[in-house]
């Protein structure tokens, strides 16, 4: 006969929970994998660094864009011509189509003799462009003064210089012309000398120092690797190499077993604020404390509006006055034949008075532009915003956009947060 087994609810729940559990551990597995760093990624091995070159040379072709100089350009050319056998004053030449340049360049490490490198070219006096320029063989050397690259090609510049002086006096510029790049334009002659082992010690050196991440470092070689390593500053670890590895066909392979050695860095709680952009970065160590918060705005708008002025209207108060009568004119006689007694009769009438003269008067009265201010006051209204224990940072920046501020009220938030003492991190204002 078949026996029957009731289900069991608790081997179902302790079932469930051992699940929940692998799986948990699973995640934080794969959380702590995604946080490792290789040491090459974070560190530099001593003595494999770069080193810098520079250089002083000619610019030709620019096709009249070069110097207007007279003096250090000029001597620069006559310098280069005698080389070939030409004497010259450089009183007698011109350079509208050559520019005095720096060349500049970083040599890697390790690299050997051959190896072709990129070199920087900028102008050094007042020359327009450096368009279709090419340059001239230029000697590159290091903080000993000694040559370890010569360097000659064509600049490419990244952009252009185009209608210069048109009709309208219209141009185009696109990026700098004045500075550019020469491809692959320097080729090494003399290999810098690099040292990575030094008494059989292989140093480490953190780009960013922390007591926490040099000893993290350290420990992460000795589990890795074996008991070889120790932090002996902030920024520097040093590995005690074994002697089967000191001969020179097995360092390499010692440097990169290093490298690849992978550990969690440790980093300073820090948020960026860069008030020119608007922009805030923080990274995922920032932490707030329990903190009440209100924020608004207060604006206040002053506006100027021209209008015209126009007075009532026109009123003319001119006033005509008559001018005075003219004088009397001559007395007409006229003779009448009498008839026999000898009577005559005479008269006379006097000219019409001159027109009366007109005067005007305006009381001054004319139209006007007048300006017009108006000024208004408006302040938000908002309640305060209690933020809760934040230990992430997406906590924070959750909290943060439901308030619904602006980055540059972010930045007055989080200085204010700062000043309160709830905020556990570092702000770094650029």
């Known amino acids: 006969m078949n026996s029957f087994h009731p289900f069991n609810i608790g081997n179902l729940h302790r079932l469930i929970a051992t699940a929940l559990l692998i799986f948990l551990g699973l995640l934080a597995v794969m959380v702590l994998a995604r ?17 810098q070159l520079i250089g002083y040379g000619i610019v030709a072709g620019l096709d009249g864009q070069g110097d207007s100089d007279k003096q250090f350009t000029q001597q620069t050319i006559a310098n280069l011509v005698r080389r070939f056998g030409l004497q010259v004053q450089p009183s007698d030449l011109t350079n509208k189509n050559v520019a005095a340049v720096m060349v500049t360049a970083k040599i890697p490490p390790f690299t050997r003799q051959g190896t072709k490198i990129n070199v920087i070219v900028a102008s050094m006096a007042d020359a327009k462009s450096l368009q279709g320029g090419i340059l001239l063989q230029t000697p590159l050397v290091a903080g000993d003064g000694q040559v370890y690259a010569v360097a000659q090609g064509s600049v490419f510049l990244g952009g252009f210089d185009a209608g210069s002086g048109g009709q309208g006096g219209s141009t185009v510029t696109k990026n700098h012309t004045t500075s550019g790049v020469v491809t692959d334009g320097a080729i090494i002659e003399n290999e810098i000398p690099t040292t990575v082992f030094s008494k059989g010690i292989l140093e480490i050196v953190l780009r960013q120092g922390d007591f926490t991440s040099a000893v993290r470092m350290a420990n992460a070689i000795n589990d890795q690797i074996g008991k070889i390593a120790e932090a002996v500053s902030p920024t ?12 020179p066909e097995r360092q390499m392979e010692f440097v990169a077993r290093i490298e690849n050695a992978s550990f969690v860095p440790d980093v300073n709680a820090r948020i960026v604020i860069n008030e020119r952009t608007g922009t805030v970065v923080a990274n995922a160590n920032i932490q707030i404390s329990k903190v009440a918060v209100a924020y608004g705005s207060l604006t206040v708008a002053v506006t100027s509006t021209p209008e015209v002025s126009q ?13 005075p009568g003219g004088p009397g004119g001559a007395g007409r006689a006229s003779g009448t034949g009498g008839t026999g007694d000898g009577s005559g009769n005479a008269f006379g009438r006097g000219a019409r008075g001159g027109r009366g003269g007109s005067a005007s008067n305006n009381n001054g009265v004319q139209t006007e532009v007048v300006n017009r201010t108006t000024t208004s006051v408006q302040e938000e209204k908002r309640a305060i915003v209690v933020l809760k224990d934040m230990p992430t940072v997406e906590d924070v920046a959750f909290a943060l956009n439901s308030m619904g ?3 540059r009220e972010v930045m007055s938030i989080l200085q204010s947060i700062k000043d309160a003492g709830a905020l556990n991190a570092e702000l770094v204002l650029e």
């Open 405 to 407: 501020a602006t980055p």
């Open 311 to 323: 007075p009532d209207g026109y009123v003319d108060n001119s006033i005509n006055i008559g001018g």
């Open 236 to 247: 520097t670890v040093q590995v005690f190499v074994p002697q089967e590895m000191q001969s």
């Open 35 to 51: 946080a490792q760093t290789r040491i090459k990624d974070v560190a530099t091995v001593e003595g494999a660094r770069d080193n």
